[in-house]
Each structure stands twice: as structure tokens, then as C-alpha cells.
Nanobody, 125 residues
Framework: QVQLQESGPGLVKPSQTLSLTCTVS??????????WSWIRQPPGKGLEWIGYIAYSGSTYYSPSLKSRTSISRDTSKNQFTLQLSSVTPEDTAVYYC?????????????????WGQGTLVTVSS
């Protein structure tokens, strides 16, 4: 069965780039027709969808974060990554990776079937 695991630094300084990796086991990130998303949840707030990378390698981002977001993948390692640039303390959140179907914005997180456990990233100097 498919499992996802987030990894990366738990502390990032303001103005720097947040980088996280999602390692997928039990299934290939190139399998039709799955889409691989990043989602975050700030403390005390709801889930916010960030973007996805499709099985084909195409990407799609939330309009509010698009200018700062880049999602890529390494198929040889069955991993996909998130880079969020120019971070501020408002970017502090638990970050999740998850698998689900493709869709246009607004993305419905309830469609995401498999989630990682999440990792807390704090933006602070």
C-alpha cells in the first residue's frame, strides 16, 4: 500500500527558501492518473492546498502562492519536492504531502486519499 513521508528542515529563516521532500513507497509517482500535492495547515487554522505535480510531471499551483512555489520530482528516487521562496513567519505550518486526483483551483482537499503524517516547519529568525 502507498505511504508518503515528508522530510526536511524544521526551521527556516525569513527570506530564505523552504524546501521539503516527500518520499513515496508502495507505488510510483508516475502511475496513471495520480496527482501528488502539497498542503499546509498553520497553527489554529484550516488546510491550505499549495499545488501538485501530476504523474506526467506537469504542475499546478494555488494562485495565492504560485509566484513563490515550485514543485518538482525525482522519479529515480520516487520523490517529489516543494520549494517555497521568500518565506515569512506567516508560512509557519504543518506541511503535508498527499495523493489524489487532478483538479483545477479551488482544489478540494477532501479528494486526497493518502496523506503523509506531516512535518512542522517554523519560519523564525
Amino acid at each position: 500500500q502507498v505511504q508518503l513521508q515528508e522530510s526536511g528542515p524544521g526551521l527556516v529563516k525569513p527570506s530564505q527558501t523552504l524546501s521539503l521532500t516527500c518520499t513515496v513507497s508502495g507505488g510510483s509517482i508516475t502511475t496513471n492518473y495520480y496527482y501528488w500535492s502539497w498542503i499546509r495547515q498553520p497553527p489554529g487554522k484550516g488546510l491550505e492546498w499549495i499545488g501538485y505535480i501530476a504523474y506526467s510531471g506537469s504542475t499546478y499551483y494555488s494562485p495565492s502562492l504560485k509566484s513563490r512555489t515550485s514543485i518538482s520530482r525525482d522519479t529515480s528516487k520516487n520523490q517529489f519536492t516543494l520549494q517555497l521562496s521568500s518565506v515569512t513567519p506567516e508560512d509557519t505550518a504543518v506541511y503535508y504531502c498527499a495523493r489524489g486526483p487532478g483538479s483545477s483551483y479551488p482544489y478540494h482537499c477532501e479528494y486526497l486519499e493518502v496523506w503523509g503524517q506531516g512535518t512542522l516547519v517554523t519560519v523564525s529568525s
